[in-house]
Every structure is written in structure tokens, then in C-alpha cells.
């Protein structure tokens, strides 16, 4: 009997060892490749020259879209020269936007040279018009974007915000022509 048992824990052992050795492996999980659908954006794709009123003075900037990371994104990169006193050297932003198909918001994040940096998010077009909500940027303020689109070639956006002890900011009106 005892004999017995150990032939059959000696098998065991022996089958344990073929199956760990053997070079069997298991399906991959597979990643989810979701592309969001960014063809209501794509009007914005080439140069646009635009204008911004801040601190009562115009300001003057180019704005450069495209696709971007195997077109998930798009890539908004901003150059604005000096206009005043308060900034004596240009400004460059890039922004990166996406659609989120699992929580149905477009999610805007950006960064400049002057180490600013925020997070924007809208639930998307109402008509000529997208309202976005800026959830994170680095100084505390927090507020609301709407830009509308006039054309295929004209846009206007206005920026309200408020610091982070809650007083309003002025507002920023940009208008843009595409090139």
C-alpha cells in the first residue's frame, strides 16, 4: 500500500513538471484601440491667425492644428508675441484634444513655455457652440470656454474665469481666421 502511494506521488511529481515545463501560454489580453471620431474638429486642421482682447489691449497670435498620435488627438500649438508691459517675450501653448467615447466629454489638456498647464473638459457641440469647463490649471483658477464656430474659417471664443479666491478675471475674447 505504501508502495503504492509512492509510485502515485512520483507520477504526480513527474506530470507537475511535464505541465510547469511545457511552453504553453495563455491567450493575450487583448488592449483596447478605441479611435475617437474627431470629425466635427476637423474644420480646425491648417493655420489660423487670431486676435485676443486681454488687459484691454489686442494681442495677436497663430494657431497651428492637426492630427496627431495615430489621429486620436488633436494638436493645437500657439505662438503669441509680446503685447504689453506685463510679457516681454512671446508665448507658445500647445493643447492636445480628444473624445472620450466611455464618459462622452472632449478633454482638452495644455501646457506653455511659461509653465502654466491645465485640463478643460465639454460635453461637446450644441449648435455652433462648444462650452468647455476648466477643471485643473496650476494657479487655481477655474471657469468656463465657449468657442463658436462662425464658418469653416471664422471663429470666436470667450474665456470667464475666476482665481483661485473665486474674483473674476477679466474676460478674453479671441476671434480667428483660418489661412
Not at 474644420?43 to 497651428?64: A, F, H
Request: proline share 6%; aromatic share 8%; charged share 15%.
Amino acid at each position: 500500500m505504501l508502495r503504492g502511494a509512492i509510485v502515485c506521488l512520483c507520477l504526480l511529481a513527474g506530470l507537475l513538471v511535464f505541465v510547469g515545463g511545457s511552453s504553453v501560454t495563455a491567450a493575450p489580453t487583448p488592449v483596447p484601440d478605441m479611435k475617437p471620431d474627431l470629425s466635427s474638429m476637423n474644420y480646425l486642421l491648417g493655420t489660423w491667425k487670431c486676435e485676443s482682447t486681454v488687459r484691454g489691449m489686442k494681442r495677436p497670435n497663430t494657431t497651428t492644428y492637426s492630427t496627431t498620435m495615430d489621429g486620436r488627438w488633436i494638436l493645437a500649438h500657439d505662438v503669441a508675441p509680446p503685447f504689453d508691459p506685463y510679457r516681454t517675450r512671446a508665448i507658445q501653448t500647445d493643447s492636445w484634444t480628444t473624445y472620450n467615447p466611455l464618459n462622452h466629454l472632449w478633454v482638452t489638456t495644455f501646457v506653455d513655455d511659461f509653465g502654466n498647464y491645465g485640463i478643460n473638459t465639454s460635453p461637446g457641440w450644441k449648435g455652433s457652440s462648444m462650452t468647455s469647463t476648466i477643471l485643473v490649471a496650476n494657479d487655481g483658477t477655474t471657469g468656463h470656454d465657449t468657442l463658436t464656430k462662425l464658418s469653416d474659417t471664422q471663429t470666436k471664443d470667450v474665456a470667464m474665469s475666476s482665481d483661485a479666491s473665486g474674483r473674476a478675471n477679466p474676460t478674453v475674447t479671441t476671434t480667428c481666421n483660418k489661412q
